[in-house]
Nanobody
Framework: EVQLMESGGGSVQTGESLRLSCEVS????????IGWFRQAPGKGREGISR????????VYADSVRGRFTISSDYGEDTVYLQMNNLTPNDTDVYFC???????????????????WGQGTQVTVSS
């Protein structure tokens, strides 16, 4: 069974940085994608970035482009989200998700991802 686990969240001040990790297990090959989402209480999940493990292609939402960087380690069992220049608007629960079918056209849609982690809290104070 595919399992995902996020870590690295915490409380920081405006302008500081955090690096989130998504540990991935259960895939028998590297033909899948990992997306990062965030969700505020009472709101839907917002897609912020995606990486294709098979070819390394990455995409970003406009809200984080230039500040956040998604990457994978050599073994492709951990995906990272480096978050720089954080603001209070980045305060959310952050989730990683996996899919073997997500495309560049619909990567922001949570319904396209089959597997989800439990989330990690990020809090940014002024």
């Amino acid at each position: 069974e595919v399992q995902l686990m996020e870590s690295g969240g915490g409380s920081v001040q405006t302008g500081e940085s955090l690096r989130l990790s998504c540990e991935v297990s259960g895939f028998t090959d590297h033909d899948y994608s990992i997306g990062w989402f965030r969700q505020a209480p009472g709101k839907g999940r917002e897609g912020i970035s995606r990486i294709s493990i098979s070819d390394g292609q990455t995409v970003y939402a406009d809200s984080v482009r230039g500040r956040f960087t998604i990457s994978s380690d050599y073994g492709e069992d951990t995906v990272y989200l480096q978050m720089n220049n954080l603001t209070p608007n980045d305060t959310d629960v952050y989730f990683c998700a996996a899919s073997v079918w997500v495309s560049s056209a619909n990567w922001r849609m949570p319904d396209r991802y089959s597997y989800w982690g439990q989330g990690t809290q990020v809090t940014v104070s002024s």
